[in-house]
């Protein structure tokens, strides 16, 4: 199943999608590039996805916590920490 992604109002964020069965969640920042994180559970990415501000529930309870990638292709190697998140 593809994540189905939600327009986000927010000022780095333009939209997030979790795919459950991949337990991805997926977050494209206004600047271009989409931010993957892998293993994060449904519970985590429902706080992400409701959170009055996805930035700050990102830097809260994904980023540092969860191993992350770029779907752009750009950065292919897996990291715990991304540079700024955008």
């Known amino acids: 199943m593809a994540a189905n ?3 986000i109002y927010s000022s780095h964020v333009d939209e997030v999608a979790y795919d459950p069965e991949a337990k991805e969640l997926h977050v494209r920042w206004q600047k271009g590039r989409t ?3 892998v293993d994060v559970d449904a519970e985590t990415a429902q706080n992400v996805l409701s959170a009055p501000s996805i ?3 990102l830097h809260r309870s994904v980023r540092g916590k969860f ?4 779907a ?4 292919d190697q897996t990291t715990r920490d ?3 998140g955008h």
């Open 5 to 7: 992604f939600q327009r």
């Open 35 to 37: 931010s993957v994180w």
């Open 82 to 84: 991304p540079e700024g």
């Open 67 to 70: 191993l992350h990638r770029y």
């Open 72 to 75: 752009d292709g750009q950065a």
């Open 55 to 57: 930035g700050q529930e």
